[in-house]
Nanobody, 120 residues
C-alpha cells in the first residue's frame, strides 16, 4: 500500500505565507512526478505545480510567481511554499504522485487534502 499525507495547512492572513508538506510512504519502488493541486468550493480541482524526480519544476499560470515546489527524494517528500496569499487561494490542497511498487507499473496516488484558508 502507498499513502500520501499532507500537512501544513491552516488559517493565514492575506499576504501571509504557508509551507505545505506531503510525505509518501508504504511499499514504494520509485516516485516519478509529484505535484500539488487545489480545489476551491464549487470549483474543479486545478493543477498548481509539478516537479520531476530530477527536480524540474513546472508551474501552472495560477501558481507562477507566488508558489515554489520542491522535493526531497531521500525522504519521499514534496513541498509547496506559498507566499503573498490571497483570499482566493482558499481551497483544499492536494498532493499527487506517480509511484511504482516493485515489479509494478506507475500509478497515481492522492493525499487526503489539507485545508488552506486565507482570511483576516
Amino acid at each position: 500500500q502507498v499513502q500520501l499525507v499532507e500537512s501544513g495547512g491552516g488559517l493565514v492572513q492575506p499576504g501571509g505565507s504557508l509551507r505545505l508538506s506531503c510525505a509518501a510512504s508504504g511499499s514504494i519502488w520509485s516516485i516519478y512526478d509529484m505535484g500539488w493541486y487545489r480545489q476551491a468550493p464549487g470549483k474543479q480541482r486545478e493543477l498548481l505545480a509539478t516537479i520531476t524526480a530530477d527536480h524540474r519544476a513546472i508551474y501552472a499560470d495560477s501558481g507562477k510567481g507566488r508558489l515554489t515546489i520542491s522535493r526531497d527524494n531521500a525522504k519521499n517528500m514534496v513541498y509547496l511554499q506559498m507566499n503573498s496569499l490571497k483570499p482566493e487561494d482558499t481551497a483544499v490542497y492536494y498532493c499527487h504522485a506517480e509511484i511504482s511498487q516493485r515489479g509494478g507499473r506507475r500509478n497515481d496516488y492522492w493525499g487526503q487534502g489539507t485545508q488552506v484558508t486565507v482570511s483576516s
